[in-house]
């Protein structure tokens, strides 16, 4: 593939097979000064009125203004394909950076992703598929990108595991069973994905990659995420109140979550 | 140059004229001199806006009753008058229709990606004539309606063509209003659980009917809903389509199934409330899980074969369709169903060429079903259908 509409796809930006990010190059109907824009490419089958709906749900995502927030420039469908374009992020993304990042230089990642998500669900939209390929860096600070679009128009509500294993990690189960994405749920993945980037990628099931998908989806179903015993007791804390099995249990808002995050941070 | 929207004429009887941003629909039959008339109104008329352009066209004889939609497009935003049967609609979604009376209809429309005008006789007919891709710029051609797409800014230079399988959205102005925020205190799962269709509020009896389906599209309504709801009460589920079954609530209200042994929400053991018997929404009862990985969250009925959809119950809405393809040609079109019954999970048959093989935790064998014969699969339990196995995975801890 390599264009979709009138961009020009230049390469890969995310591992995920299914429904990447792209670098791209804009096309000059949308007056950009940036020579480069993330794409976000997923393929998907639309009715008229799944289109309308995807249509409605990007122009309210676009009018929801946050810092935390990538700036979406342009949206539409070329064929089978739904696309939308973004900001490019200068420094990368969480799960690749430009340079290797501090941590706390994570930590506030993590935190204005938190705080974008905030954002989104103040104006009643649930990210559904936070993640630290979604998280942009920006010398600015951290951009929060990429809803979960394409799963909101899936059949079936149904999930991969495969072929990325690290596709359901940041998944709270309860969604992966149906349940509605909710504040509860992005909070889980928030905390999924402070974690991963806490602790340099571990696995919140260790030994997951290595069962065949039936055990690993068994263990993620059903055993409770076992916090890596190598990130601060401070940190693994914040974790493991994301990642409380009652939603209850959990930060009331990302906001909230974002403070305690920020609070991790060593002051200077 | 400023760019104007493309004018694809439709299919159908009528007659559609383009005279620069004027651009207007009449019905078969409708009297020529009079079309005439209307569009010189239109073309003369100053006045600013729908209003304006509907109040220069009144003060014509408008004593026949034949249907029209005059239009005059302003850098991207429409002001429609319509009369009798026709309608408008923006981006697929009926805006505006005309009455059948004498008055006019008028409204304004900013900029859609497409706005559409038909006469409401044609918009029935399922093998209406298709639309005709080219750009109406000048004339009068024989139509049953037009579309208008959006135009783009033009570029400075040589612009690549977009495909005409692009569409592209306005995101510039939100067409619903603003949504509440989303609820703040986590509801119990089995009252947020709203995806099902409508359907009968009395508890099913374990014979009942397969309950309601979750087409993808209704799941997605049903999400949106969701979030726009304000925070209901936990209890009780008063809304006539969601799926209600009998249940046990854990020591923190979350409703289970009676033969849990622990909580599916917070992993409490089920002890101290699990003698009182209540209603309440099912849950989501898992995931069936396929040996490619893909995880499918038993919210809703499925039929799985090479071409489910073919399946009457995928047809009627009242199961999703699931479809397996494993190349070994032992898959039928329809293979088997996947039905939610109050808390279990049963495997039917559909009359498959090659049958469907369940093995339960326990047994010591795999059972085949034949056609129309069905099993309840237990958590941890397999089906396999040619060579294709799934796993259902319950939530609750074994």
Redesign the interface.
Known sequence: MNRVADYEILDSVSREERDPLFTAVPPRRLGLSADRVLLKVAQIELGARQLHRAAEEMRILAAVKSPYLVELYDAGQDGDKLFYSMEHPTLGTLESPRQPLASDEKLAAVADAARGAHALHEAGIAHRNIRPSCILLYASGAKLADLGMAKHFDAGNSVSMMPDVTDIEFIDPAIITGEVPSRASDVWSLGATLHWAMSGGQLLHPGRADLDPFAAMRRVLTEPPLISPDLPDDVAAVVARALERDPADRPATAEELAVEVAALIEAP | MTPSPRVEVLGGAGTVCRDGTLVAWFAPGFPPTRAHELLELARSSTANGAAGLAGALETSDSSDSSAFCVLVETDGTFAIVVKGHVVVSE???ERLRGTAGKGLVSADVATA?SLTVRGENDLDQLNRPGSVPFDLRDGVVPGGGVTFWAA??????A??E??E????????????P?????????IP?SV????EEPTEATPPEPTAPPEAP????E???A??A???APPAPPTPPASAHQHLVRGVNCA?G?FNNPRALYCG???LAMVQNSVVVVDGVR?????L?L??????????D?VLGREPEQAQDVAAGLA???KVDDGTGKISRVHARVTLQEWDVVITDLGSHNGTRVFNPGETSWRTLRADESVVLQP?GRLVIGQSTF?F??????
């Open positions: 981006d697929g979604l990606a783009e800014p033009l570029p400075a230079s612009p690549p977009l495909d399988n692009v569409v592209l959205f306005d995101l510039s102005m939100p067409q619903a603003p949504r509440a925020p989303l609820p703040l205190a986590s799962a947020i659980s709203d995806v979750v087409e993808a599209a799941a997605v309504l999400v949106e969701t979030e726009l923190r979350h929400i917070c992993g849950p989501p009862l898992g995931v899980l040996d490619d990985g893909t995880a499918y969250s038993l919210d809703g499925y999703r369709p699931l941890r796993e995975q319950s939530i609750q801890r074994q």
